[in-house]
């Protein structure tokens, strides 16, 4: 057996799902374990046995529905991934999903192999890059992650400051800098016109404080750039 897999907890209250999808997901016995918990309560004391990387969790089970298991795992594991499954699905549940800090949402039916993908997308090492900006490139980088549908944090420095943005499948969700939180934040970042940046993929928002569409985010940026100069 390999040492130190990165350990994937499914979580159903349908025993023959979780059972059919650990025997697909075995193929990939070489790059994780897989759990299983049929109920909320399992899948609780589950985390407190093993150390969880990633859940994958269905919403409707009759004790601790997977919204409710998604909120205490944030709380009290904040770097467990977590993806929701839902053979319920609607676009108010996918908001509310991402909103409590899922980093997908699919819905059933689905094809094993989606979710091997996704898994094995989500268990690697964190990924980052850095660079440098000047003029308008950043907002190019955001414009260029957003279209990519990446789930990332962006954190740029300049002259002592510090601002992240959070980026939710291709969405701007959060913003911090200072004091500041939400588009005040991101407005203010975006007017920086050089610094350092760094980015770090798959790290989900710890909030949701912006809700207008990434491209009207970044025209606006823009316009209230032009303003200054």
Request: include cysteine.
């Amino acid at each position: 057996m390999v040492k130190n897999l990165k350990k994937v907890l499914i979580v159903d209250d349908e025993e023959t799902l979780t059972w059919s999808m650990s025997k697909s997901l075995s193929k990939d016995r070489d790059k994780y374990e897989v759990l299983i918990a049929n109920n909320g309560k399992e899948a609780l004391n589950q985390f407190k046995k093993n150390d969880i990387d990633l859940v994958i969790s269905d919403i409707r089970m009759p004790d601790v529905n997977g919204l409710d298991l998604l909120v205490k795992v944030k709380k009290e594991y904040p770097k467990i991934k977590f993806i929701i499954m839902t053979a319920y699905g609607s676009s108010d549940v996918q908001k509310e999903a991402n909103r409590r800090g899922a980093i997908v949402y699919i819905e059933k039916p689905f094809e094993i192999n989606d979710i091997r993908k996704i898994i094995i997308d989500h268990i690697g090492k964190k990924k980052g890059f850095r660079g440098t900006v000047v003029g308008l490139q950043l907002t190019d980088v955001i414009q260029m992650n957003c279209l990519s549908r990446l789930t990332t944090a962006l954190t740029v420095t300049k002259d002592g400051e510090k601002g992240t943005i959070y980026l939710n499948e291709g969405e701007v969700i959060h913003a911090e800098c200072g004091s500041q939180k939400g588009t005040d934040a991101f407005y203010h970042i975006l007017s920086w016109q050089e610094g350092e940046f760094t980015f770090n993929m798959g790290v989900t928002p710890p909030m949701q404080t912006i809700y207008q569409n990434w491209e009207h985010l970044l025209m606006e940026g823009m316009r209230r750039n032009d303003e200054k100069i």
